[in-house]
């Protein structure tokens, strides 16, 4: 198993060959916890565990708990957990978010015990695109049809009262969030992510607060690359675990 720089260096993960890979989304994910945080963060649907063990190791007050549904990709997670010295703070579930009630509280899905959930969910519907022939891929990109307001169901059920949710997500999916988002969760913030100044946003970033009736707000957009095709200074530090993303 090979195991690569991740967090520039502060940690490294072991990733399948093909599928799904972590990267900069889940550098942004993780950057949204500040360094002070303490209590309990879930990254929800956390693959192999990229943005979960990226927010460990940059944030030593907070536990962790990644699930994952996918058996295989659980084990890189555990693998990458104790490879990087957090098992201490960092434990790993094998569950379906999209199950029923009873079935994740079965995994402790429902204990409404996390003051913060992080997210990344698969960004592509049903009959939206074509899908991929890796397995692993596909289930990684590919929501059910309703897949996404259960998805918002149970991590509405992870969280304690006024605990705080963030999800990256693609622009398309924005009108579909809100709705699942509503009577569950309120103060809605929104960080839309530019890969160029003069781009349109690729990824948004989206905070909501459990049990909240605060409206929704907008934040600038943070630009990823400078005119040179790098990364801005600040994105740069936000990949090496400097910097976080205050979405308040």
Known sequence: MKFEPFLRGRISIAQPETGHRAGTDAILLAATVSSGFSGLVVDAGAGVGGAGLALAARVPDARVTLVEIDPATVEFARTNSAHNGLETRLSVVEADLLASHAERSLNGLTREDAACVITNPPFLSEGEARPSSDEDRRRAH?????GLERWMKAIHALLAPRGTFVMITRPERLQ????????RFGFLTLLPIHPHEDDPAIRLLIRGTKGSKAPLSILPGLVLHGPDGRFTPFVEKLHAGEASLNLV
């Open 176 to 183: 579909e969030t809100i709705v699942a988002c509503d009577g």
């Open 142 to 146: 590919l929501m059910p049809t309703g």
